[in-house]
């Protein structure tokens, strides 16, 4: 197992999420002030419906992930460029379907959305943020793919950090001086080509060895069809909320969604950076050696729920005092609702905790044995949220997705422990542990903390709780999972020996 690279992720994976959570809550704070509340959805809705639009791609690259993980393991540059190939013909014959597919959305959506801004507006916003994703998915797909197969995830995310840096300090100074969302818009465009350009660089200086001319291996991606099932109702499960806001209320609720997924997002974006750093050497290591494999994954579920429940914890506790300080002056709608957290932690922990069962059943590659789970959960979510949403607004959204995630984390736990042989129990028994740890540490934090009325009161206390919740979790599970947990630091202690000797 390549312990560097897998270190490497970790570690500029959480650099990146650190300036992204930073950039997170200076601009959509000037998007509301300078933009509105309307403008804001609207950004946030149109990033949700392009998320379809990488349907095209979905299917072929997953399934290109997981047939890459067992020639890469052999070092096998053959059988990696045969799968290469085929997965390039489907980017190519995909991505004009991928362009066309903007230009229609960007027409209909101006007649769809309840709005007060123009057509003409709505209309350019689209074009221009869909033209970076067209570009970047025929040029640069498929070796983001080979990339985090290879484990070199960190490469791609040292890119996107620098790009996100630089575009962000031009869209504060945008805000700033009065520019409106068309140039917002077109100056994401530019620097989207540039990341484009630099990963291509990168690949042909340290892969010269691929190539996209030999004899292309389909069967090896012959999975695509059935997880662009998994990937459809994975879409659809992730993003109805948005959607039917936008089409049953309005854009300005839409905002007060977008601002609290904003906050969430971060910290779930922060949680796969560090359980998906080292995700590409379990799905090698399963594939050679599944005595070690469990063990590996033990260690995995066990930690990965720790985090997860304790990152989710502190959030839940701060999310409201910094709402309110973070909307004050915003006037056009009520972001601070103290039952919107709680449906979003149970959202996200029901989400998140259930990462190392679906990690199994992907590497299995149960595709199609699964495929009909996965639709039932989005029929589930967009069932209920349909008729939820009629009757308690933003509410009904997140209780549909909370209804499906009980069905489906329920689903994979029984599937996924099956596979390797193992009773569900052992998972259920972790969740258990976590939600008394979660509930016992929000009761006495009421208890504890005073009332919050300024961000440096917020940030003070939310360091103090991440020094004292987090240790709190890993230190409970360890003691609750002890065989586990000494191979975890003995996993450490190699690792930080070898990057030793490599210095």
């Not at 959480?14 to 601009?27: A, D, E, N």
């Not at 690949?203 to 991606?221: E, F």
């Not at 998972?427 to 509930?439: D, E, G, L, P, S």
Request: proline residues 2%; positive net charge.
């Amino acid at each position: 197992m390549n312990t560097k690279r897998g270190f490497n992720n970790i570690i500029y994976g959480l650099l990146s999420q650190v300036i992204t959570m930073g950039l997170s809550i200076i601009i959509p704070r000037l998007v509301l002030v300078n933009l509105g509340s309307e403008v804001n959805g609207l950004l946030h809705s149109i990033s949700t419906v392009f998320t379809y639009l990488t349907l095209l791609e979905a299917g072929v690259g997953k399934a290109t992930n997981q047939a890459l993980y067992k020639p890469l393991a052999n070092d096998d540059k053959d059988q990696i460029n045969a799968i290469m190939a085929a997965t390039n013909k489907f980017y190519r014959r995909t991505g004009y379907i991928y362009a066309i597919a903007v230009l229609i959305f960007a027409a209909v959506y101006c007649f769809v959305v309840k709005t007060t801004l123009s057509k003409a507006i709505v209309f350019l916003v689209i074009v221009l943020s869909g033209a970076s994703s067209v570009l970047s998915y025929f040029v640069q797909g498929k070796y983001n793919v080979l990339m985090g197969a290879e484990g070199k995830s960190y490469v791609l995310t040292n890119i996107s950090t620098v790009s996100s840096i630089l575009s962000s300090i031009c869209k504060i100074l945008l805000l700033i001086y009065g520019f409106g969302v068309v140039a917002i818009q077109e100056m994401y465009l530019f620097f989207g080509v540039l990341q484009m350009l630099a990963i291509v660089y990168y690949i042909r200086r340290y892969y010269k060895w691929l190539s996209l001319k030999v004899k292309p291996d389909y069967k090896a991606i012959s999975q695509r069809n059935y997880v662009l099932i998994h990937q459809i109702a994975g879409l659809v499960f992730d993003n109805t909320d948005i959607i039917l806001l936008t089409l049953f209320t309005n854009l300005k609720v839409v905002s007060v969604y977008s601002l609290y997924t904003t906050f969430y997002t971060v910290i779930k974006s922060v949680l796969n950076t560090i359980s998906y750093s080292y995700s590409y050497a379990l799905g090698q290591i399963y594939h050679s050696d599944r005595e070690r494999f469990i063990k590996l994954h033990n260690v995995y579920e066990v930690y990965n729920m720790s985090l997860t429940f304790s990152f989710m914890c502190i959030l839940n506790i701060f999310i409201l005092p910094f709402i309110g300080i973070y909307t004050s002056g915003v006037t056009d709608i009520q972001y601070v609702d103290k039952y919107i957290p709680m449906l979003f932690t149970a959202v996200y922990l029901l989400s998140n905790s259930r990462a190392s069962s679906g990690l199994i059943i992907d590497f299995a590659q149960h595709f199609e044995q699964t495929k009909w789970r996965a639709v039932i959960e989005a029929s589930i979510n967009i069932t209920v949220s349909l008729v939820a949403i009629h009757y308690l607004g933003i509410y009904g959204a997140l209780i549909g997705t909370v209804v499906a995630l009980l069905y489906r984390a329920n689903d994979m736990i029984i599937y996924a422990n099956r596979l390797i042989n193992r009773s569900p129990l052992i998972t259920y028994k972790r969740w258990i542990i976590n939600m008394i740890v979660f509930a016992a540490t929000t009761y006495a934090s009421k208890l504890i903390l005073p009332e919050m009325s300024t961000l440096l009161q917020v940030i003070i206390y939310g360091v103090a709780a991440c020094v004292i919740i987090i240790p709190l979790f890993l230190i409970v599970d360890s003691l609750c999972e002890l065989k586990t947990a000494k191979y975890a630091f003995d996993l450490m202690l190699k690792m930080f020996r070898s990057r030793r000797r490599a210095d």
